[in-house]
């Protein structure tokens, strides 16, 4: 959203929703509801598992702050 009764026309991009959650608090309100884990992934990836637990139980057992499932691109940037 551009404003509160605006639909954003060019909103900027995946990335956006890191700023967003700094700017709007989010962070602080889930930080006081307890909430540790967020899954965040890049709207154009139509292959995601959306919250694998084999991934997530795997970064949490770890114990590590954040992690990322990665392929290689291939001949002309796409696979």
Known sequence: MET???VAKAPDGN???YSA?????LLE??????IKYVDCYGVDNT??????PTFLGYFIGKGVASAAKVV????GGWM
């Open 29 to 34: 309100d889930m930080a006081t509801r307890g």
């Open 4 to 6: 509160s009764y605006r």
């Open 72 to 75: 290689r691109k291939g001949m």
């Open 15 to 17: 990335g956006g929703v």
């Open 47 to 52: 292959l995601v598992r959306v919250a694998d």
């Open 21 to 25: 959650l700094k700017s709007s608090r």
